[in-house]
Structures are given as structure tokens and as C-alpha cells.
Antibody, heavy 122, light 112 residues
Framework: EVQLLESGGGLVETGGSLRLSCAAS????????MSWVRQAPGMGLEWVSI????????SYAGSVKGRFTISRDNSKNTLYLQMKSLRAEDTASYYC???????????????WGQGTLVTVSS | QSVLTQPPSVSGAPGQRVTISCTGS?????????VHWYQQVPGTAPKLLIY???NRPSGVPDRFSGSKSDTSASLAITGLQAEDEADYYC????????????FGGGTKLTVL
């Protein structure tokens, strides 16, 4: 059974930093791309970042590029999101998601974690 | 303003059929990229409902079906049940933006 368990959320001041983790189990972690998707309170879903399975190539949404860094440790089956220069608009539940598909452009999110809440406040 | 446009809400009585539209453009759905659908019951994580335009993951009832044409896609739910009340999101890929994986704004389904 695929399981994704996020941790590391909490309350942080504007301009601060936070690192989220996502512990994965139930599948061969290194074989799959992984993503972070966030959802502001009462709002819709927003893709944040993706990292490939094998070579760890990252991509970011424009709203977080230069401030967030995605990484993975395949030996620990863990995905990370390092967030810096946090803003009020980064307040959201952050979900890690396993990706699947026949080609990167057609990847979809087949399993999701339960989410971890990040609150950025001054 | 989402790149993919969905109606904010739809509703239907138990047993009825409802459809949720997802309208894109030539840089996403119209460019041939797949559309995927997710169901999110309030307070829980999203769940994959339809992938690759028309495919259902194991465990998803065949009451749910997806279709795609030109620059839009649709999710149809037949035999509506109370447990279907949730938010539904479409998702695709856009080759013109910095957020390549794009979601619709979401549609709240109310079962009357």
C-alpha cells in the first residue's frame, strides 16, 4: 500500500524558512517523479514543484522559483521542500504526491499525502 | 484566475447525471496534453478519479467517466450518490507558463 506522510509544517514569520518532509513507502521510491502541491485555505490546488525519480531534475512554479528547493533522498525514501523568504501568500496545506504517466508532460498525481499546514504570519 | 476554467458549482439529485466542464486553450488541452480529474472531500486530501482523459484507477466506480474534445474536457457522474458530494478538479499541462502543471479552479458538487 502506497503511503505518503508529510511533516514539518507550522507557523513561521514572514521572511522565514521551513523545511517540509514526505516519507514514502509501499513503492519503489527512486523510480517515480514526485511533486509538491499546495492549497491555500478555502482555495483550489496549485502545483509547486516536481523532481524526477532517477536524476533528481527539479522544476518549479514561477510563484516559488528562487525561494523553494525540492530535493529527495532515495536511500531514505524521503522527499523534501526547503522554503525560504516565506510570504503570507505561501500559507497553505502542502501535499506531496507521487506521479505517474507515460510521458512527463502527461504525468498525473496518483497518490497524495494527507498534507501539512504552513502558516506564514507577521 | 485559473488556466483551466471550471464552473464553481453544480448540483443534482440522487440518481441523476451531472457533468463538470473543464475549458482550456491551445497551450494545454488543445495542444493534446492529457486531462486528469481529482475528487476532494472537504478536509481530506485529493484523490485521483480519472487519468489520461478517460481512464479510471482501480476502485473508482464506473459511474465516473471522462472525455476530452478540442480545448475542453468533461467529467460525468451518473447515478449520483450522497457520497459524491465533494470538490472536483481537472488538471493538465501547459507549455506556455512557468507553472506547467495546471489545475482548474475546482467545482463544488452538491447532492440535493
Amino acid at each position: 500500500e502506497v503511503q505518503l506522510l508529510e511533516s514539518g509544517g507550522g507557523l513561521v514569520e514572514t521572511g522565514g524558512s521551513l523545511r517540509l518532509s514526505c516519507a514514502a513507502s509501499g513503492f519503489t521510491f527512486s523510480s517515480y517523479a514526485m511533486s509538491w502541491v499546495r492549497q491555500a485555505p478555502g482555495m483550489g490546488l496549485e502545483w509547486v514543484s516536481i523532481i524526477s525519480g532517477s536524476d533528481g531534475t527539479p522544476s518549479y512554479a514561477g510563484s516559488v522559483k528562487g525561494r523553494f528547493t525540492i530535493s529527495r533522498d532515495n536511500s531514505k525514501n524521503t522527499l523534501y521542500l526547503q522554503m525560504k523568504s516565506l510570504r503570507a501568500e505561501d500559507t497553505a496545506s502542502y501535499y506531496c504526491a507521487k506521479m505517474r504517466g507515460v510521458s512527463p508532460a502527461n504525468y498525473y498525481f496518483d497518490y497524495w499525502g494527507q498534507g501539512t499546514l504552513v502558516t506564514v504570519s507577521s | 484566475q485559473s488556466v483551466l476554467t471550471q464552473p464553481p458549482s453544480v448540483s443534482g439529485a440522487p440518481g441523476q447525471r451531472v457533468t463538470i466542464s473543464c475549458t482550456g486553450s491551445s497551450s494545454n488541452i488543445g495542444a493534446g496534453y492529457d486531462v486528469h480529474w481529482y475528487q476532494q472531500v472537504p478536509g481530506t486530501a485529493p484523490k485521483l478519479l480519472i487519468y489520461g482523459n478517460t481512464n479510471r484507477p482501480s476502485g473508482v466506480p464506473d459511474r465516473f467517466s471522462g472525455s476530452k474534445s478540442d480545448t475542453s474536457a468533461s467529467l460525468a457522474i451518473t447515478g449520483l450518490q450522497a457520497e459524491d458530494e465533494a470538490d472536483y478538479y481537472c488538471q493538465s499541462y501547459d507549455n506556455s507558463l512557468s507553472a506547467w502543471r495546471v489545475f482548474g479552479g475546482g467545482t463544488k458538487l452538491t447532492v440535493l
